[in-house]
């Protein structure tokens, strides 16, 4: 069986040459996986073809290199075969198909219920920790507001013993996902995981901290997005017709759940940073911060509360 182009497939089993069956080997099934997904306008043919086929040999990504030479069982290329299909056919992104992203140096375990951890999110990953480590050693609340995968509010659990975190999510299935990945990663001692919208689960406690990667896109955008995030869970892609539904009232009322001299830190689009900003200023709270992510882009705002009411 061949591609649309006509050329055997490397798990088809009958791909032959003038001596007889092919011999597939991983540089092999590399070179011609990442030709096929550079065809298909995949963004990271090389690195999708190193992840998948790694995967689908029990490996690690790097030690496909010390085995370019090895062949290729026939059944490990009919298991990679559907993987490249997946990829390609349905563009499922390579998180789920892996069922884990590294975050913050960790594995996170995903699925289509909680949103992938992406890079750009370490940029307040980063921010919070530099607050909690300016703080006095002491125990040091913290919010995660939407916490999906936990990603988040794990990591800040596990970088930081003295904090105590509570991770909230209004759906119960991201919730699993979360108390997983926490007891995986041997912090669930450090975190508490509640089910509710925004601040509702807390009631009235208050934080030193508050962080939160809420749903930012606006739904008018969706027919524009990359086609992988038709498989991730859309309460957590969209807020809203403009992308504030969730934002604004987070804006409105996180000042209420900080302690005096609290620290707060949302992720954003980079074109709602001085919206958010603008809230946050008249919400009355000070210290009020863009950050970057990697990129350049606006990704983070921040901010303080330095007044009692």
Same mark, same amino acid.
């Given at each position: ?13 009958? #791909?032959?040459t ?12 590399l ?21 998948l086929?790694?995967h ?15 062949p ?17 056919s349905e563009?499922?992104p ?6 884990e ?28 920790l ?6 006095a ?8 507001? @939407?916490?999906?995968?936990?990603a ?13 975190v509570?991770?909230?999510d ?8 979360a ?12 975190i ?10 807390v ?6 901290l508050i962080v939160?990667?809420?749903p ?12 992988e995030l038709?498989h991730?869970?859309e309460? #957590?892609?969209?807020?809203g017709p ?6 604004r009232?987070f ?10 001299? @609290? ?5 954003i ?6 919206v958010?900003? @603008? ?11 863009i ?19």
């Open positions: 069986m061949g591609d649309q182009t006509g050329r055997p497939q490397p798990g088809s089993g009958n #791909a032959s003038a001596g007889g069956d092919r011999v597939w080997t991983v540089l092999d099934l070179r011609w996986t990442t030709k096929h997904f550079s065809e298909h306008g995949i963004e990271t043919p090389r690195l999708d073809a190193e992840l086929l790694a689908a040999l029990g490996l690690e990504r790097l030690a496909l290199y010390l085995q370019f030479d090895k290729v069982e026939p059944t490990e290329r009919s298991d990679f075969r559907e993987l490249i299909r997946r990829r390609v563009r499922v390579i998180s789920l198909l892996l069922g992203r590294e975050f913050w140096s960790r594995p996170f375990q995903v699925t289509e219920d909680v949103l992938t951890p992406r890079p750009e999110t370490e940029t307040l990953v980063e921010a919070a530099k607050t909690i480590r300016q703080a050693a002491r125990v040091y609340r913290v919010l995660d507001v @939407g916490t999906g995968s936990g988040i509010g794990i990591s800040l659990a596990a970088d930081c013993p003295q904090a105590q509570t991770a909230t209004i759906c119960p299935k991201a919730l699993q996902i108390r997983i990945n926490a007891d995986k990663l041997q912090v669930s001692e450090n508490q995981f509640l089910q509710g919208e925004l601040f509702d689960p009631g009235t406690e208050k934080f030193d939160s990667n809420p930012y896109l606006a739904r008018s955008e969706a027919e524009g997005l990359a086609p038709a991730e869970p309460q #957590a892609l969209f807020g403009d992308g504030y539904a969730v934002l009232p804006a409105v009322g996180v000042k209420e759940r900080l302690e005096l001299g @609290g620290w707060v830190g949302v992720e689009d980079s074109g709602q940073a001085n958010v900003a @603008g809230w946050f200023a008249e919400a009355g709270l000070c210290e009020i911060e950050l970057n992510d990697l990129a350049g882009r606006p990704r983070v705002v921040s901010a303080r509360k330095t007044t009692p009411t």
